[in-house]
């Protein structure tokens, strides 16, 4: 089975306007509301490619309720425990010139909901896959996802880390299955600026040399590098297309990732469907159907470069 985790699910409320400028009152001209949240969107792009799996993690309020609704309506099976305080987040993303992010810190989860999910993810078993995605609420200790790694150690599990500074470079110990930072967070890291796919494929060797088994870099527009574990790099540069909306392409991405690996055992086909998977979510409204990643996947046999 494979089972998402999403500490901090939110509404996605995404927002068009025409020149918006800082300090006046701005009007939408288009605006469009999506349940999000990483593991949840990994969760909801699985299932388009044809991968049940469960999502689980956190809600609360009126918030929480109507995630719950959508993933409902999208038929994603969810398991989601609720927290009594405050509400799921409504983070905005501002469409104009640039695009702009307002992601919220969500609510408090206290210690006995934080019991809770750790008996749902002692029913894993052996063989099962397990994504741990997003941020956590900001009173939430950095240690999370590598305490959750610990207690999961004696259990042969796939772990996927998608998730920033300290949240990601603490469960590098406990050997992740895979980790998809992007080129800034993988930077951010290591404080540097890095741009070029050379300088990617040498910091994610580093991230290797941590503890993570594969290590899957976007670079939204400009493509992907994976380094997996049996010392084979590929490289891609992205898909060509319009994009609609990237918000979940990164989510795909590792969604396509898993889906690609589950298909075929092997990391180039997991790397090509990752990278047409972030690009068919980046070039429609809503995430990726499998019919646009299929298209994707036929169009572009020629943009991948493989090293074994
Ligand atoms: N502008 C774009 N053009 C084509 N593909 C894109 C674009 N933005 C994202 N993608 C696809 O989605 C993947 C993940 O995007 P990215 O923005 O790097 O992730 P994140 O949202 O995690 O930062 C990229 O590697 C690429 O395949
Ligand atoms: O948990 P974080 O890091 O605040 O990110 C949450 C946001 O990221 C998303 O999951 C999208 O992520 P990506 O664009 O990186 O795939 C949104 O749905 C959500 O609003």
Redesign the pocket.
Known sequence: MIYTVTF?P?L?YIVSVDNFTCGIVNRTTDEII?P???G??VSMVLKNLGFENTALGFLAGFTGNRIQDLLEEKGVRADFISVEKGIS?I?V?LRSNEET?I??QGPAIAEADIKKLYEKLDTLSDGDILVL???IPDVMPGSMYMDIMRHLQNKDLKIVV???KDLLVNVLQYHPFLIKP?NHELGEIFGVKIESKADVITYAKKMQEKGARNVLVSMAGDGAVLVAEDGSIFQSEAPKGKVVN????????VAGFIAGYLENGSYEKAFQMGVCTGSASAFSEELATKAEVIALLDSNKKLFIGEQ
């Open positions: 901090n939110s996605d999506f999000g949240g990483k949840i969107n987040r983070n993303k992010e992601n919220g995605a997003g941020s998608d998730a920033t992007n990237s918000v979940g392409a990164g989510d795909s991405m």
